[in-house]
């Protein structure tokens, strides 16, 4: 076998990447380590030189055939993670050393749970094994997995990483069958707030539309991208993506994507975009040209849920952050990563605030839980 490490995805054919990920046929649970996404983020120019973000994806061959991978990137900062490390880098940094580069299996700009060792099962103690023994040999800080699965989080806690918890907030389908069916699950006075919202958002004065596959157009996108730049502008202080990379998912990804649009007199004024997997949808960005009230949640949560009924999706995933999302049915759900520091006691320090913070996660998230929407009796009889 041959350990590699490639520059850009495109060294690697997208049917052997994709195979590793999604033996079989099918949509593929997570459509953002797919061979298609990744090389959008590169060829777009979203990642690469200058961005922080430069690809140094890990390779397992055998008599040239790709046995097992995992996307990498050694990262200039910490922005577009979403769990975050910058406290580790300021003691990093306090304490005399130099934090960057360090090395980050992750989908860049992507909050969400995804493979990262990818490939053999067998393979993947070595995948870490390896990713660990190139960080110490280029003198790096460490290496990290962020947005791991589970099962990749404890793999890698008995390979010497230290495993974080945090948390994000998911809406399940618990078997209502359409809409009407979720209100009936919650409490009457959030039953009543959400009917409210929903009122309220669709009196914006025009028409809310979902686009996937053909019916996404070029124009779709040039609007998307002004909403895409203020909202960027606003919460990061540039957007992460380039406008080359909208067009290139809807050259390679159409059917992986649905749009949610509000139009007004035929114009779209704000929109959500989502990303489909194999049970659920994923909900990434959000943007507008004007105001209007509640139109944020009917976008991206909401019609989300709709959708995901109609389909038969099981899951929505709405991005990072933000417990306003728990009164509207989304839920706590534990988010994994894995950190490894060349440093031994630094290491040992992190560990113990890990620690900590599991604890403080959990407990959090117990007591977030019990206050959620959900009724805890039969269906309250009151008028509405």
């Not at 079989?24 to 973000?53: C, I, K, N, Y």
């Not at 997995?145 to 948390?167: I, K, P, S, W, Y």
Request: hydrophobic residues 40%; proline residues 5%; charged residues 25%.
């Amino acid at each position: 076998m041959q350990i590699g490490v490639v520059d850009a995805i495109a060294e690697i054919a997208a049917e052997e990447w994709d195979a590793l990920m999604q033996p079989g046929p099918g949509r593929p649970r997570d459509p953002f380590t797919t061979h298609r996404f990744l090389s959008a983020l590169e060829r777009s120019g979203s990642v690469g030189a200058g961005t922080g973000w430069e690809a140094k994806h890990l390779t397992i061959r055998q008599d040239g055939r790709l046995l097992a991978a995992m996307p990498l990137y050694a990262k200039g900062h910490s922005q577009g993670e979403y769990i975050f490390d910058h406290a580790f880098a300021d003691a990093w940094r306090r304490s005399g050393g130099q934090y960057y580069p360090k090395l980050q299996s992750a989908v860049p700009f992507t909050p969400a749970t995804g493979p990262r060792l990818l490939g053999d099962p067998a393979l993947r103690p070595i995948l870490l094994r390896a990713l660990r023994q190139i960080t110490a040999d280029n003198g790096l800080s460490s290496a990290h997995l962020t947005f791991c699965t589970e099962d990749e989080a404890a793999l890698g806690a008995e390979e010497g990483f230290l495993h974080r918890v945090t948390q994000q907030f998911h809406w399940e389908d618990a078997g209502y069958g359409d809409f009407d069916g979720f209100l009936a699950a919650l409490s009457s006075r959030k039953r009543k707030t959400i009917r409210h919202e929903r009122r309220v958002a669709q009196a914006f004065g025009g028409e809310i539309v979902a686009l996937t596959g053909a019916a996404l157009q070029p124009e779709h996108w040039a609007a998307f991208w002004s909403f895409y730049q203020d909202t960027g502008s606003r919460k990061w202080g540039r957007p992460y993506l380039t406008r080359a990379f909208f067009d290139e998912i809807h050259r390679t990804m159409a059917d992986d994507i649905v749009l949610m649009l509000a139009l007004r007199q035929g114009r779209p004024v704000a929109g959500a975009l989502n990303f489909i997997g194999a049970d659920t949808l994923f909900g990434r960005y959000w943007g507008c040209v004007e105001d209007h009230p509640c139109l944020h949640f009917e976008l991206c949560y909401y019609q989300a849920i709709d959708w995901a009924l109609a389909r038969g999706l099981t899951r929505v995933e709405a991005g990072a952050q933000g417990e306003h999302k728990l009164a509207r049915g989304y839920l706590p759900a534990q988010v994994h990563s894995l950190h490894w520091f060349s440093d031994a006691r630094f290491q040992n320090a992190v560990d113990a605030y890990l620690q900590a913070e599991g604890r403080a996660v959990d407990e959090d998230m117990e007591i977030m839980t019990a206050c959620g929407p959900f009724r805890r009796g039969p269906p309250s009889e009151e008028a509405e």
